[in-house]
């Protein structure tokens, strides 16, 4: 179904794999297309309650192949036709989305690892904003994320400087989640996935759609917000579960329901 990339379901993680290790992962239309469509069938698939984004041999996403990119080209058009619609998706998607970077991020790869909710990486995986380097700014929701992430400052030092840091640095700085070692990458991955797949992901949704929101919110607004997402999650079956579970001095069996 997919040629740019791979797609697999295992125990209600849906594993999205960028396959053009050739080119690093760069993205090429049919890969941005492909991920967006992947997405979209995650999202949907009620049985899916995780979701892992990472690379085909070693890289995560070297960012636009720019041997797919022409002189005349309306870099804004491609971002509105493509990056664009497939940073929305994600962000629209209320399930965990993590991304297991298994080397460089650089560019709009680095833009769709920020998109992710988790961020976890080898200890040989390094984050570079590359744009600067062939007089372009940073794209595909990287003004947006980056700055929420580390911070303003920061922010401006990593897309001006454009300077390539390694994983140790970019966990200090709040980047990332954890630095996997090697040999441990992927179990580790798989765990954390798996982990994420048994909370109550009901829960996680609203988590995730109210926090963005706050940004554009006031105080108000946030507490509406969270009584509105309370008294939801308060009717469903994993609060009953959760509750059940804590009496009974056992381990909870969430549903995402």
Request: charged share 25%.
């Given at each position: ?67 797919s990119v022409k002189e005349d080209t309306d870099y804004g058009e491609l971002l509105r036709k493509y990056y664009n619609p497939m940073i929305r998706e994600m962000a629209s998607i209320e399930k965990p989305i993590i991304a297991a970077i298994n080397g460089t ?134 609060h009953k579960e959760g509750i059940n579970a804590f009496l009974n001095k056992r381990k909870p069996n969430f549903e995402g329901k």
């Amino acid at each position: 179904m997919y040629e740019t990339i791979l797609y697999e379901v295992k125990n209600q993680v849906a594993w999205i794999t960028l396959n053009r290790p050739d080119k690093l992962n760069a993205f090429n239309e049919q890969m941005k297309v492909e991920v967006r469509n992947a997405l979209k069938d995650a999202a949907k698939d009620h049985d899916i309650r995780s979701i892992v984004i990472t690379g085909a041999g070693r890289a995560f996403c070297s960012g636009q192949d720019l041997q797919s990119v022409k002189e005349d080209t309306d870099y804004g058009e491609l971002l509105r036709k493509y990056y664009n619609p497939m940073i929305r998706e994600m962000a629209s998607i209320e399930k965990p989305i993590i991304a297991a970077i298994n080397g460089t991020a650089a560019g709009a790869g680095l833009s769709l690892a920020l998109a992710c909710d988790f961020r976890l990486a080898t200890a040989n995986a390094s984050f570079i904003e590359a744009f600067i380097h062939v007089g372009l700014v940073p794209d595909s929701g990287n003004m947006y994320y980056l700055p929420r992430i580390v911070g303003h400052a920061k922010a401006l030092e990593l897309a001006i400087l454009g300077e390539k840091i390694s994983a140790e640095e970019a966990k200090n700085i709040g980047l990332i989640t954890k630095v996997v070692p090697l040999e441990e990458w992927e179990t580790t991955i798989t765990h954390f996935a798996e982990k994420l797949a048994k909370m109550p992901t009901k829960a996680i949704g609203l988590i995730k759609r109210y926090m963005n929101q706050s940004w554009d919110s006031n105080l108000q607004e946030v507490l509406d917000k969270e009584a509105y997402a309370q008294r939801i999650v308060g009717q469903s079956s994993d609060h009953k579960e959760g509750i059940n579970a804590f009496l009974n001095k056992r381990k909870p069996n969430f549903e995402g329901k």
